[in-house]
């Protein structure tokens, strides 16, 4: 097996780089409208674990999502779940409920996936990256009682928690019966409560062809995914200390990197807000390679079981 670890005779090093081993595996969909996703398998699973749910943009790269946090999330015991919202199926997987309602297939996945026995916890934690971040933060504003913390990275643009028409805010459009903006503002206490964290690129600071703009939306967000992120962590805040709530969001700019996955990865340290640790997580995991050619463990395609 690969592994990114140093060469070292010190058995409590020998023993965190076992720990960090996992497979890269490739589940296929179960049938039509299921989603395919990668796995990142721990080679000494923590059945008490929680799993850790990681959402890709929209170049859909799923595979560097669960290769980039294989490592340290095996030495902690825990699966790392990829899943991959096609562009045919989903092809606005970030509003959550759009065509093919992709909050439907991520559901009916996890509930496979605990019949396999992958996780067995009553909770998961969720984190994505731009288009995946969109889709993280407004999962979890109809489903908070599933989502245990959630790590929002780079996403193009938020829903709020104020009075704009969905999807800006939690107010119905018009001629909307039963929108979904008033959905997720009557789980909005329960949402506010969870530990959240917002990241984004330090450079990340210039609209590009993907970032949404507009007169409206850029004078509630503002212009760039820095400031908007910036905006909502502090927006987020703010709602929940207005309900006697204590805030659990915190913001972070990730150091040398703009709007590049890998490039958040291997300069800004995404791995680690992702899955923190100390001890054998810093011990198993040695920075650099796992955000080039891929991970630490070895690949299979899986095409039965699981």
């Known amino acids: 097996m690969l592994r990114n670890v140093p060469k070292t005779g010190d058995a409590r090093t020998d023993a965190a780089k076992r720990a960090a081993d996992f497979t890269l595996v490739k589940r296929p969909a179960k049938g039509r409208g299921a989603l ?5 398998l721990p080679a000494e699973m923590d059945p008490k674990a929680t799993p850790l749910v990681a959402v890709h943009g929209i170049q859909r790269r799923a595979k560097d999502q669960a290769a980039s946090y294989g490592a340290r999330a095996a030495a902690l015991g825990r699966p790392v779940i990829a899943p991959i919202f096609d562009a045919r199926a989903w092809p606005r997987y970030q509003q959550v409920v759009r065509k093919g309602r992709a909050d439907h297939a991520l559901l009916a996945l996890m509930s496979e996936l605990r019949l396999t026995g992958i996780w067995n916890t009553r909770s998961f934690e969720l984190a994505g990256f731009s288009g995946g971040a969109q889709f993280a933060h407004r999962f979890a504003m109809l489903y908070p009682q599933l989502v245990s913390r959630l790590t929002l990275s780079s996403a193009g643009w938020y829903t709020f928690p104020d009075t704009a028409a969905f999807p800006y805010g939690f107010s119905a459009r018009p001629g909307r019966r039963n929108d979904w903006g ?19 690129g330090a450079e990340d600071n210039l609209q590009d062809a993907n970032t949404r703009s507009g007169a409206e939306i850029d004078r509630q967000q503002g212009r760039d995914r820095l400031t908007r992120a910036q905006r909502w962590a502090e927006a987020i805040s703010a709602a929940a200390a207005a309900r006697g709530i204590a805030p659990q969001v915190t913001f972070k700019a990730l150091p040398g ?25 810093e011990a198993a995991v040695v920075r650099g ?10 690949e299979v395609m899986l ?3 699981l």
């Open 36 to 40: 395919a996703c990668w796995l990142a």
């Open 182 to 200: 008033p959905r997720m503002a009557a789980g909005l206490d329960q949402f506010l409560r969870l530990p959240i964290q917002v990241c984004v």
């Open 257 to 281: 990197c703009g709007h590049d996955f890998r490039d958040c990865v291997e300069y800004g340290g995404l791995d680690s807000v992702v899955v923190p640790g100390t001890g054998p997580v």
């Open 289 to 298: 390679s796992a955000a080039g050619s891929g991970f630490s463990g070895r």
């Open 303 to 305: 095409q039965a079981g």
